[in-house]
């Protein structure tokens, strides 16, 4: 996909944070959005914001954790628009605390909406994009999918998931016309705490310093994200903290753990953590 201009593209998690973002870096080209989401009056405005952006689209309600619904979803798009462009899995939550620590219940939440909602709409679009002779999925993941981080066993896993399903999709659909590219930021200012589990107080107060701090917005994510898409790349790592440290571990991954082993057996890694994260270095 050389150009994204005037395409038809269906974006879950689209009523806030950055599936908004990314909703109006579409509309700024043109494209008509489907603005999918459980949360209404968020999705209502952020439609109300592409087109004011200069794209158009419509509203979906859709819980991504639900097969049956992805499928009728899908139907909507493909016969009322007469085809849908591109995918992008987007819809995502966090939860915090250490594996044992957070409960399971919070693990099967954030599966839900983080794993199986991307499965669901790969499964779902693969097939029609074969149909049409083409599309694009663009997966939502994160630097941490990549890089691992404390006690944030959940989320790591799931992102890294979905990386793993990304890469496979790539090669899976390389003779098929489908371009596939997963995003992996690290923290980026968006309402993403408004979902967020936690088990930890200091946790609780880290990922706020986090985000509160991040040096990229969500804007910013979003235009990185759209530039990977155009020029098909496959992985999209927005700020340079993410590329470095996957560079590095990537370099040398037995240096990476042993580092990262270090710092949680003398006690250092929160300092550590709290240290770089107030200056928005991750």
Not at 69 to 98: C, R
Request: aromatic share 10%.
């Amino acid at each position: 996909m050389n150009k994204l201009d005037g395409k038809n593209v269906v974006i879950t998690g689209a009523a806030s944070g950055l599936g908004r973002a990314l909703a109006l870096a579409m509309a700024r080209k043109g494209c008509r959005v489907g603005v999918v989401d459980v949360n209404m009056e968020g999705a209502g405005e952020t439609l109300r914001m592409v087109e004011q952006a200069g794209g158009t689209g419509e509203v979906y309600r859709l819980d991504v954790s639900r097969l049956e619904d992805w499928g009728t979803m899908a139907d909507h798009f493909f016969s009322s628009w007469g085809g849908v462009d591109v995918l992008v899995n987007n819809a995502g939550v966090t939860v915090v605390g250490s594996v044992g620590d957070a409960p399971v219940e919070d693990w099967e939440w954030l599966y839900g909406i983080n794993l199986w909602g991307v499965i669901f709409g790969c499964h779902t679009f693969v097939p029609r994009f074969k149909e049409r002779g083409g599309g694009y999925i663009v997966n939502m993941a994160s630097a941490l999918g990549l890089m691992g981080l404390w006690d944030m066993a959940t989320y790591n896993t799931a992102k890294a998931a979905v990386i793993s399903l990304s890469e496979t999709l790539r090669m899976e659909l390389s003779s098929s016309s489908i371009g596939v590219t997963v995003v992996c930021p690290t923290f980026t200012k968006t309402n993403f705490l408004e979902d967020l589990r936690c088990s930890d107080e200091y946790w609780s107060e880290a990922t706020y310093t986090a985000f509160e701090n991040a040096r990229m917005s969500a804007d910013g994510v979003a235009e990185a994200a759209l530039r990977g898409v155009e020029r098909r790349k496959l992985y999209v790592i927005p700020q340079p903290s993410g590329r470095m440290l996957w560079r590095i571990k990537r370099l040398n991954p037995g240096l990476y753990h042993r580092t990262l082993a270090f710092l949680t057996s003398t006690g250092i890694w929160r300092s550590v953590f709290t240290w770089l994260v107030r200056r928005g270095l991750l």
